[in-house]
T-cell receptor, first 112, second 117 residues
Framework: RKEVEQDPGPFNVPEGATVAFNCTYSNSASQSFFWYRQDCRKEPKLLMSVYSSGNEDGRFTAQLNRASQYISLLIRDSKLSDSATYLCAVKPYSTGGFKTIFGAGTRLFVKA | DVKVTQSSRYLVKRTGEKVFLECVQDMDHENMFWYRQDPGLGLRLIYFSYDVKMKEKGDIPEGYSVSREKKERFSLILESASTNQTSMYLC????????????????FGSGTRLTVV
């Protein structure tokens, strides 16, 4: 089993739709969680950290469920410019936080 | 604007060549990382460094080495390039870990797409 798993998609949604991605992790000692956005042939860029109480940044909401060991990303009112691959990342406490483990990504296509 | 700069965007090398990939960051970050990214496999950690002259193996260090002589520069070396090392190579940097800094993510360079023929 992979340490961090994501549905590769693709998710095809119309503009204005709400879309949610989940990401599961296997190490219960994981400490920090992140969502990154990666455009085609570009580098990943940090979208948001995921806090225990959940957090929101504009149209983006991230949640953490430690009991079920998953994080989620909700995108409201999808824009064409949201089309990208979304990577989740987990930093296990046991490694002292040096080694962030990335999921393989979920592809999102937003259509007009 | 803070930056991680990788020396080459595209590189084509021959099998058996020694290849140097350079990465420079201007954020005074202690931690630096080299990943490779392949379709379906995601990002895999090759090596990382948490201080000058310090290095630690990641998940796939075989065939690679690294050098960190200065805080801002982290070099990845392919000792003898092989076709299975054709990939996108991404350098990243981050603050040292601990406390609230654990919630800071990585800043990536724009990547080097290496083709070994």
């Amino acid at each position: 089993r992979k340490e961090v798993e994501q549905d590769p998609g693709p998710f095809n949604v119309p503009e204005g739709a709400t879309v949610a991605f989940n990401c599961t992790y296997s190490n219960s000692a994981s400490q920090s969680f992140f969502w990154y956005r990666q455009d085609c042939r570009k580098e990943p860029k940090l979208l948001m950290s995921v806090y225990s109480s959940g957090n929101e940044d504009g149209r983006f909401t991230a949640q953490l469920n430690r009991a079920s060991q998953y994080i989620s990303l909700l995108i409201r009112d999808s824009k064409l410019s949201d089309s990208a691959t979304y990577l989740c990342a987990v930093k296990p406490y046991s490694t002292g936080g040096f080694k962030t483990i990335f999921g393989a990504g979920t592809r999102l296509f937003v259509k007009a | 604007d803070v930056k991680v700069t990788q020396s080459s965007r595209y590189l084509v090398k021959r099998t058996g060549e020694k290849v140097f990939l350079e990465c420079v960051q201007d954020m005074d970050h202690e931690n630096m990382f080299w990943y490779r990214q392949d379709p379906g496999l995601g990002l895999r950690l090759i090596y990382f460094s948490y201080d000058v002259k310090m290095k630690e193996k990641g998940d796939i260090p075989e065939g690679y080495s690294v050098s960190r002589e200065k805080k801002e520069r982290f070099s990845l070396i392919l000792e003898s390039a092989s076709t299975n090392q054709t990939s996108m190579y991404l350098c990243a940097s981050s603050l040292p870990f601990g406390g609230q800094k654990n919630n800071y993510g990585y800043t990536f360079g724009s990547g080097t797409r290496l083709t070994v023929v």
